[in-house]
């Protein structure tokens, strides 16, 4: 496995600008999570695909983002008109299925600062 | 809700002294509880993890937890503190499956 990978790592934008992260999850899991952490806190969990299928949203996730995941490989976070409030360290995971014993591997995340 | 506690923000240690991070949970049916590691400016690294069995588990980097029931906690111990150990350490459960649910995360400094 080559890990999660997740681009950029850091990304610096104004207030009001879009912004888009990818990640790539290690191959062939087939399940796909975005978390996001705020300075001092832990991850919060922010959505998650099954293949290409989005199952679940958190009510962080505002009508200003969407995730996507189109054939069920990388997946895409947009932001559309950033506020200060967005800067974060946004990060992916995958897993290989589900149930609960089922370990998501992370991501080095992308650090986002809206000026 | 769910949720997880760590009721320790920071924790200093010295270099060779015992650690003990501490972990609460509130949750009603089996849980699924894990441990990480977050270095500056890297993601999350999985140091072990309790789904059922024995309570007491074994981890990576020397680390160890003990899943304890009655007092809904899972607090993660190491024997002896290597500088190299200083980082940030998030308690998580599992909700069957889908979302982990993190604690507020233990910042740990190591002393020389």
């Known amino acids: 496995d080559t890990g999660v990978s997740q681009n950029p790592r850091h990304k610096i934008t104004k207030r009001g600008q879009n912004v888009t992260f990818r990640c790539d999850p290690i191959?062939?899991?087939?399940?796909l999570y975005w978390y996001r952490q705020t300075l001092g806190q832990g991850p919060e969990f922010l959505t998650y695909?099954?293949?290409?299928?989005?199952?679940?949203k958190s009510r962080l996730l505002s009508d200003r983002f969407s995730a996507e995941r189109p054939k069920g490989s990388f997946s895409t976070l947009e932001i559309q008109r950033t506020e200060q409030g967005d800067s974060a360290m946004y990060l992916c995971?995958?897993?290989?299925?589900?149930?609960?014993?089922?370990?998501?591997?992370f991501g080095a995340g992308t650090r986002l600062s809206v000026l | 809700a769910q949720s997880v506690t760590q009721p320790d923000i920071h924790i200093t240690v010295s270099e060779g002294a015992s650690l003990e991070l501490r972990c609460n949970y509130s949750?009603?049916?089996?849980?699924?509880l894990f441990w990480y590691v977050q270095s500056p400016g890297q993601g999350l690294q999985l140091l072990l993890k309790?789904?059922?069995?024995?309570?007491l588990v074994q981890g990576i980097k020397g680390f160890e937890a003990e899943f304890k029931r009655s007092q809904s906690s899972f607090n993660l111990r190491k024997p002896s503190v290597h500088w190299s150990d200083a980082a940030e350490y998030f308690c998580?459960?599992?909700?069957?499956?889908?979302?982990?649910?993190f604690g507020g995360g233990t910042r740990l400094m190591v002393k020389p």
């Open positions: 995971a995958s897993s290989r299925g589900a149930g609960g014993e089922n370990i998501q591997y």
């Open positions: 191959s062939e899991h087939n399940r």
């Open positions: 695909f099954q293949n290409e299928a989005q199952l679940e």
């Open positions: 949750y009603g049916a089996t849980p699924y």
């Open positions: 309790y789904f059922s069995g024995d309570t």
């Open positions: 998580a459960h599992n909700n069957a499956g889908n979302m982990l649910t």
